[in-house]
């Protein structure tokens, strides 16, 4: 014999009340066969297969498909170039703030420092007239020499780096021009014998 505990809740006045009702079959009922899951009604399978079809892609689908495709590279290139450029673009609107920050809280004498070497590099600016070479050299020559006059420790430091620049660049050029010249005006026949060599 099996009881069944179930646990029933009443209606809405009596919500918060909850009762245990026991159930147990009769003694005098005779045994009925137990009835499996897959005979009820509510738990039968239907019979066959199902199968998926997918549904015919209409035109507007493909053309958005084919567009799609068709932008795949571009788009790629875009997200590559802007993760790329996105840390350059925040360092430099950092600079512009840092910059707007220090001329806000400017040294004392610092802006008629400024205007002196400005003012320099007008002067080269109208000395430089009648040649383009002149025009790139003048005017940052004078420049640099007028803020080296206000700012001596930093010109000697700026000119150790430039001059370790420029003779790194200096060297890699005659490494350049000597490939070049080798390689165009050497040629394995034109060498000529040297005097110990028959």
Known sequence: ?????QRSVGPASLSLLTFKVYAAPKKDSPPKNSVKVDELSLYSVPEGQSKYVEEARSQLEESISHLRHYCEPYTTWCQE??????PKMQNLVQ??????DYLQNAPPGFFPRLGVIGFAGLIGLLLARGSKIKKLVYPPGFMGLAASLYYPQQAIVFAQVSGERLYDWGLR????????WKENFQKPGNVK??????
Do not use: A, H, R
Request: zero cysteines; proline letters at 3%.
């Open 193 to 198: 014998n040297s005097p110990g060599t028959k």
């Open 1 to 5: 014999m099996f009881k069944v505990i």
């Open 95 to 100: 600079w512009g703030l840092d910059s707007y």
């Open 173 to 180: 050029g005659y490494i350049v021009i000597e490939d070049l």
């Open 81 to 86: 170039t802007y993760s790329q450029t996105k």
